[in-house]
């Protein structure tokens, strides 16, 4: 997979609404140290240690123990491939799931048996990320391909658009931004560099990805998009509220996410305003 520069056209997505921290924060107990969290359905889910799996339908004021294995794994990824169905992925390839809405649950050992630390599934097609490698599955996430670049930088984040198109975001370096896209199901994979840029954060939406990071060398805020991992484009954003970070991170469209630089925050990316990268 060679580091090649994008030069495709531009392609502009529409804004997202910008998104408000709150205060009020409480602490809530659980058996055991949750690592990760999602909401689907109205509810909130966390898995973590001991392979503990537990659900909220009250916006995290009580909590139900659905899943427990003393001395099991660490569950670190979360993900709903279907209205009924959630799957758990975590340490040594154990992977857990409930077809039922979490009312009973499977536990086996995916093939070949790494350890993940994400992963993003849309029906039967995920994507992974394992210490150096990503991975990919087409059978709901039992067997999975690990790949990994030849200079074997660390994987951050992956992303599933639908079930055809993947990406995985790289560690950046003085160079620029290496991610590689699939538009296949994850029968092929291409490099792509995008120089001048350090991401660390990508979200996905109907209208493509976008990914949330900082210029080099000057750091300020930059998100890029694209529909399809291939063409991208890219635009400096304003910090309106610095308070949207926090040492973990900042709280951008979608989510949450690890970022570097000058403490960037939400960004509002007018259209015109989009580069070709």
């Given at each position: 997979m060679a580091a090649l520069t994008s030069t495709a056209p531009a392609t502009t997505l529409p804004t997202v609404p910008p998104v408000t921290l709150t205060s009020a924060w409480t602490s809530v107990g659980l058996p055991d140290?949750?690592?990760?969290?999602?909401?689907?359905?109205?509810?909130?889910?966390?898995?973590?240690?001991?392979?503990?799996i537990a659900v909220s339908d009250d916006a995290g004021e009580h909590w139900t123990v659905r899943n427990e294995h003393r001395n099991g794994e660490m569950l670190f990824a979360l993900v709903f491939p279907a209205p009924r169905e959630i799957i758990a992925y975590g340490t040594a390839g154990v992977r857990v799931?409930?077809?039922?809405?979490?009312?009973?649950?499977?536990?086996?050992?995916?093939?070949?048996?790494?350890?993940?630390?994400?992963?993003?599934?849309?029906?039967?097609?995920?994507?992974?990320?394992?210490?150096?490698?990503?991975?990919?599955?087409t059978d709901g996430g039992m067997y999975w391909q690990f790949r990994a670049l030849s200079?074997?930088?660390?994987?951050?984040?992956?992303?599933?658009?639908?079930?055809?198109?993947?990406?995985?975001?790289?560690?950046?370096?003085?160079s620029g931004q290496e991610i590689v896209t699939t538009e296949d199901?994850?029968?092929?994979?291409?490099?792509?560099?995008?120089?001048g840029y350090a991401f660390r954060g990508v979200r996905t939406g109907s209208a493509g990805y976008v990914l949330y990071g900082h210029a080099i060398p000057d750091d300020h805020p930059v998100q890029a998009r694209s529909s399809d991992g291939v063409a991208w484009s890219a635009a400096p954003g304003s910090v309106p509220e610095y308070t949207q970070c926090a040492t973990q991170g900042c709280l951008i469209p979608g989510g949450w996410t690890d970022l570097t630089g000058a403490a960037p925050a939400l960004w509002a990316l007018p259209p015109d305003d989009a580069q070709p990268i």
């Open positions: 140290e949750p690592l990760d969290v999602a909401a689907h359905n109205g509810q909130l889910w966390v898995s973590g240690a001991n392979e503990m799931e409930s077809q039922d809405s979490g009312q009973t649950w499977k536990r086996s050992m995916i093939t070949p048996a790494a350890g993940v630390a994400q992963v993003e599934q849309i029906g039967s097609f995920a994507v992974a990320a394992a210490g150096d490698n990503f991975g990919t599955s200079k074997r930088p660390t994987v951050t984040q992956v992303a599933v658009l639908d079930a055809e198109h993947g990406l995985a975001l790289f560690e950046g370096n003085k199901g994850g029968v092929t994979w291409s490099g792509n560099l995008l120089s």
